[in-house]
């Protein structure tokens, strides 16, 4: 398996099953074909593609998912594969059933990984990490401090050099969309990875809204947004921060997603990593006295 992730960003496209590989075919061009084992996410970034019933149930089978965009190309749709595991219901009762303490403990781990990369980030970027390095060590468990919320203020203020940039999801000024679109895909990583490990994404550690479908792919995928935030910065040192959502800058925010992180003294994907973070997640949920698979903190060298 090599876990690509496949954006189809122009009109004209008709993707079909055949043999089990994805055929993209557009009038003019040479067919091209990707086994579905290989795809980890089609992001369908245009309204102008056609595509059959079997991509969605070819590519659910291989455990892949499928992200829709809108006429705008951001994403507002999520298509999970539905996993048929012998221990989903046992992991399912015992997620319900983790007890608060449980939960608050994991959380901080979640933060205090969060603003440590954020903080690695303006480092990279300014020379400063504007104090979040010591805030992360700082925090407790459950983050009753609320130092998530505080380190945020600090870093949307410092990322971009601009001091009235408000981070705004779904709306605001540019390059809120660049945010948007990244964030997005990377939820839909998560989630792949979590209804993998026989958890349920909607059962949050943290995040909880009867609104939120992802609730659990949102905490999970915290530690990991200033992956997304680097390209973004990428973007706007070059001038484009008020670009359009297109192939270049898409592939741009994308591209963060294929490296490789330090997970346990080893270089894995960031997808074989978070199969090892949620599979602990539920050796926890379990009871199992294991730590939590955490990756070690971001490098941006």
Same mark, same amino acid.
């Given at each position: ?7 189809? &960003? ?8 055949? @043999? ?31 595509? &059959?019933?079997?991509?969605? #149930? ?14 705008? !190309?951001?994403?507002? #749709? ?24 449980? $939960?608050? $403990?994991? %959380? ?10 954020? !903080? ?20 407790? #468990? ?13 870093? %949307?203020?410092?990322?971009?050099? @601009? ?6 999801? !779904?709306?605001?000024? $540019?390059?809120? =969309? ?21 958890? =349920? ?9 009867? @609104?939120? #479908? ?10 990991? $947004?200033?992956?997304?935030? =680097? ?55 379990? !009871? ?14």
């Amino acid at each position: 398996m090599i876990n690509r992730i496949i954006e189809i &960003s122009e009109g004209g496209y008709f993707l079909r099953v055949e @043999d089990r590989q994805l055929v993209l075919e557009k009038k003019g061009e040479a067919a091209k074909r990707i086994p579905l084992c290989d795809i980890a996410v089609l992001v369908l970034g245009t309204t102008w593609a056609t595509y &059959s019933h079997t991509v969605l #149930s070819g590519l659910a089978e291989e455990g892949g998912v499928v992200v829709v965009a809108d006429g705008r !190309g951001m994403p507002v #749709s999520l298509l999970l594969p539905m996993y048929h595991r012998s221990l989903q219901a046992q992991r399912l009762a015992q997620q319900i059933a983790a007890s608060e303490p449980l $939960r608050k $403990r994991l %959380w901080q781990q979640v933060v205090e990984l969060k603003i440590e990369n954020q !903080g690695r980030l303006l480092q990279h970027l300014h020379g400063d990490d504007f104090g979040l390095l010591a805030k992360a060590k700082q925090v407790k #468990s459950g983050d009753k401090e609320n130092l998530e919320a505080q380190a945020a203020r600090i870093y %949307w203020s410092r990322l971009f050099g @601009d001091p009235g940039f408000r981070r705004t999801p !779904g709306e605001g000024e $540019r390059p809120n =969309h660049f945010l948007d679109y990244g964030y997005a895909v990377l939820r839909g990583i998560v989630a792949r990875a979590i209804c993998a490990s026989g958890l =349920h994404p909607t059962l949050g550690l943290h995040h909880h809204h009867r @609104d939120n #479908s992802f609730c659990l792919a949102d905490d999970v995928m915290e530690p990991f $947004r200033p992956l997304v935030d =680097h390209a973004v910065c990428h973007l706007v040192r070059e001038g484009m921060a008020k670009a359009d959502l297109n192939r270049d800058t898409k592939s741009i925010l994308l591209s963060p997603m294929m490296g490789r992180l330090v997970w346990e003294g080893n270089n894995l994907t960031l997808f074989d990593g978070l199969s090892m973070l949620t599979a602990s997640l539920g050796q926890r949920f379990a !009871g199992e006295d294991v730590e939590l698979s955490l990756p070690a903190p971001l490098s941006f060298d």
